[in-house]
Structure formats: structure tokens, C-alpha cells
């Protein structure tokens, strides 16, 4: 490997880190049903303690992201617990996530119901969610609504716009002066006539609408099949729209498979739309990395460590494009010897180097394998399963 390559990779990985999902750990499952992991987390001391220990073995992820509803169900009053939780494990709260999508008020919609009093619920549950970020001093506060109809005719999708873009600019005022509000969008499910914040134009429009400190938050999941992705981040990075990332993979929807175990070429070329802006306009883009994924099948920590070793692989790759080579062959329409310089960085195998930066950084070359030997999947599974056993068969 050259030097100059070396350099370059390993600049990458300081500079590059990837927030965990805290619900990665627990069991979850599908609509159809779930299969139980013995050693899945249960509480939110479990969620620390596992994304703390892929930290310690990959060096590239600092925080977790929390559910409010789920690892925060007493609101504020679980701030100590967590900041407690976040200097023994290691790892710190990162993105703040609301919980409007499961409770029963919500069967017709939560900032865009037709009832006041439910929009009033949604926005009043989305605004101590703000408070739990500002108290934990997390900066992203990071909305999914799963919002939307089932059958046309049912609902105004013009009067939910509305209702929509004055429950956002409501939440955006409340923000303090460092926080943001990442508005995540997804074309459909579990709405499957109209979802409210179905694409980015969408959430471009209510993330301007709400106010400077509002973006676009980008779940690699949430897009028809054909959809060029790499090229609505371009559009995100040229309007300075784009907060972050939820990365998984897909082969049909939104499956939350592991990230790039489909199709690693579009995240390379995600990353390297990333690389490329910051190359072109000298300014680095702060783009919030996060893994959203729920391993259904896989085990809970192997699969986020694999994720992080792929992510970091797929960065790693797209950081050694030639930049100023490829700029040169775009201008000169030289089609093919352009696609083969962005191909040949896919191409390189950047495993060697990754190993030498982890070397360098005191952390273990293959973390898998240190996982593997760690013998912390025995303590848990001994630890959690009684929490875990069901009264039906188990799969470890
Ligand atoms: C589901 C949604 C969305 C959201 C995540 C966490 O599709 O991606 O970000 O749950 O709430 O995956
Ligand atoms: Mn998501
Ligand atoms: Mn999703």
C-alpha cells in the first residue's frame, strides 16, 4: 500500500464515528413476530453495557442513541440514571429519539391526528424530549412519525401538512441555541396509502419551514428500491440539509439488514458524495453517522460489530478516491476511465491498513474475534436469561 493511501485511511478513521442504536440490543423482531436472543439487552444498564463494550473493541463509537419511551419511561427523572450509566460503561447519550408511533393515541397519526388534543400529546411528548437532550446535553433531537392513512380519501393530506409544519416550528423554538432537530422521513409503512414525511423534498420543506437549527435525517432503508440516494445527498449537501444518517441495508424495504450485507457499493458512493463535498469546498460536512438496525436473526453484538467494521471499511474506501483526478475526468466526460477511478478505491482492500490503525490506537486488529474471545457473550447470556426465557423454544 502506498504511503500517501495509509495516511489517508487512517485520517479517515479519526475522524469517523458511528452512534449505536440503543434498541440494536434488545430483542425486537418483525410484525410476524420474534425470535428470542437469551443475551439481548433488557434494560437500558444492558444497552449501555453493550454498546460500551463494541466501543472498547472498535475505537468508533463514542455514543448511543436512546428511545425516550423505552430507555427513558420516567422522562427527566431518568437523566441521572443515564448519565450514571454513560461514565460507567463508557459510551455517552447521543441522538434523542421521541416515541410517537406506538401508543394508541396515535392510531390515527400524533402531530398530524385531526384531534388537537392528540397533536397537543405528540408535540408535548417531542418537547421533553428536548428537555431530556438539553439535560443530558445531546444535540440532536430526531423524530420518526410513522404518520399517514391507509386508504385514499380518509385523511387531509394538505391540512396534515399544516398541522405538520406548525407542531415542527413549535418543537424548533424550544431548541437551545446548540441543539438540532433531525426530521427523518420514509415512504411508507406502517401507513401504506400516504405516510406524512414520505420523502427528503418533505422533509427539506418542514425542516426550512421549522427553522435554522432543522435538517434532513437520512435512514439508508427509507427508499424505493430505485431511488439514487448518493444523489439526494449531493442535493442535501449542496443546501447544507443534511444532520445525519441511519444506516442499515436492504433488499426489499425497510428490513434493517446489516449495513452494506447488499449493497456496499451504495453506501461507498454515499460516503463519497460526503468525501468528495468536503474535498471540492475545503468544509467539513457535520454529518451525524447512526446505526439503525434491529438484528432479528443475527446475534445482538456480533452484528453491531460487523456493522461498525463495514462502515468503517466503507469510509475508509471512499476516503482514497482521487479526488482532484476524478474532477478532471468528470470535466473531460472521460466516462470510463472517471467510473474505474471511483471503482479502483471501491476495489482496494483498505483491511491492512484498518488493522495498523487499530494497532496504533490500542485496539484489538480483529474485534470480532477479541469479542469472541472476551467472554462477555457467555456473562450476559448467563446474566439476562431468565430476564429473556420465554414459554416458548429460545434460539441463542
Ligand atoms: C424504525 C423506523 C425509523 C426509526 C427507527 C427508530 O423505520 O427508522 O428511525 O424505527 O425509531 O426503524
Ligand atoms: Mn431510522
Ligand atoms: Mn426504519
Known sequence: MTEKLEVLIHRALDNFNIELPSWGFANTGT?????IQLAAAVTVEDKFS???????????????????????????????????LAEKYGVQP???????????????????????????????HILDCVAIAQA???RDVSPWFADGSNYPGTQSIRNRIGWFEEALKTVHAGLSPKQRLLIEYKPFEPAFYHTDVADWGMAFLLARNAGPQAYVLVDTGHHYQAQNIEQIVAWLLHHGM??????????????DLTLGSIDPYQIFRIFHEIHNYAWETGAFADVAYMV??????????????????????????????????????QQSCSLVEAEETLRCAFWYDVRPAIREWRRSHGL?????????????????TAERKERNAVSVTTYA
Open 292 to 329: 439503525d438496525q434491529s438484528h432479528n436473526l443475527k446475534g445482538k453484538m456480533e452484528a453491531m460489530i460487523q456493522t461498525v467494521c463495514t462502515a468503517q471499511e466503507l469510509y475508509a474506501k471512499a476516503a482514497i478516491v482521487d479526488h482532484a483526478r476524478l474532477a478532471s475526468l
Open 136 to 138: 443530558l446535553e445531546c
Open 364 to 380: 484489538p486488529e480483529d474485534p470480532m474475534q477479541a469479542f469472541r474471545d472476551s467472554g462477555y457473550l457467555e456473562r450476559i
Open 50 to 84: 453493550d454498546a460500551g463494550q463494541v466501543h472498547a473493541l472498535t475505537g468508533a463509537c463514542p455514543t448511543v442513541a436512546l428511545h425516550v419511551q423505552w430507555d427513558l419511561p420516567n422522562g427527566l427523572k431518568d437523566v441521572a440514571q443515564v448519565e450514571r
Open 94 to 124: 447521543g441522538s434523542i429519539n421521541p416515541n410517537v408511533f406506538q401508543d394508541q393515541e396515535y392510531k390515527y397519526g400524533s402531530v398530524g391526528n385531526p384531534d388537537p388534543a392528540i397533536r397537543k400529546r405528540a408535540l408535548d
Open 31 to 35: 410484525r410476524f413476530g420474534k425470535f
Open 242 to 255: 443534511i444532520g445525519g444518517f441511519h444506516f442499515n441495508d436492504r433488499r426489499y424495504a425497510d428490513d
